[in-house]
């Protein structure tokens, strides 16, 4: 069964440095999504993408985050001068239309130190 | 904005039982979409069941149902025959019937489910 894949499964960082983050969506899936889970809260909406370009931001989505689709089936996210506060589950989904079923990966875990 | 409120943080029920979980969202939006995810301790979000705004007839998904109440803004999962491996966390989500642009999910704040041998 096809399944979103993410990499790595956890990532630690020092505080102030880059990371980016990989995940591979369902090869016939277009829009592509990001999630954040804070440890005990709920997960939060960052960013959707369609066509090659940004399609909905929450306001969490700010200057300090970016995503990109550097080639066919990845599907990145990038987050600069990395705080503290950042430490958080991110999840990948995609869905193969805009009203379709997300599918989502297993997470990366951020460790920001 | 559209906002998803579950009530229960934690409820805990024995094996075989049915259980029935909360959830209301606020929305001024006449269609949408509305979700159960079941994350379980892998922490990956699987989706459980899905209803349309527009559908008066409830989701169903063999043990999973639904009590949809779009005037009260009433969306309620109830697991029927409870097994142990539905123990997880629980989330209501929210999707508005966008226009083209890919609207994201807005989730509750979740409720532990513990099934108990």
């Known amino acids: 069964e096809p399944e979103v894949t993410q990499t790595p499964s956890h990532q630690v960082t020092q505080m102030g440095q880059e990371v980016i983050l990989r995940c591979v969506p369902i090869s016939n899936h277009l829009y592509f999504y990001w999630y954040r889970q804070i440890l005990g809260q709920k997960v939060e909406f960052l960013v959707s993408f369609y066509n090659n370009e940004i399609s909905e931001k929450s306001e969490i989505f700010d200057d300090q985050f970016s995503v990109e689709r550097p080639d066919g089936s990845n599907f990145t996210l990038k987050i600069r001068s990395t705080k503290l506060e950042d430490s958080a589950m991110y999840f990948c989904?995609?869905?193969?239309?805009?009203?379709?079923?997300?599918?989502f990966g297993q997470g990366t875990r951020l460790t920001v130190v | 904005a559209q906002t998803v409120t579950q009530s229960q943080p934690e409820m805990s029920v024995q094996e075989a039982e049915t259980v029935t979980l909360s959830c209301t969202y606020d929305t001024s939006e006449s269609n949408y979409y509305l979700f159960w995810y079941k994350q379980p301790p892998s922490r990956q979000m699987i989706l459980v069941i899905r209803?349309?705004?527009?559908?008066?007839q409830n989701a169903t998904e063999n043990r999973f149902s639904v009590n949809f109440q779009k005037a009260a803004k009433s969306f309620s999962l109830k697991i029927s025959d409870s097994q142990l491996g539905d123990t997880a966390m629980y989330f209501c989500a929210f999707m508005k019937h966008g226009t083209g642009g890919a609207d994201g999910l807005t989730f509750g704040k979740g409720t532990h489910l513990i099934i108990q041998p």
């Open positions: 209803q349309e705004a527009y559908k008066q």
């Open positions: 989904a995609s869905s193969e239309g805009v009203q379709g079923e997300a599918f």
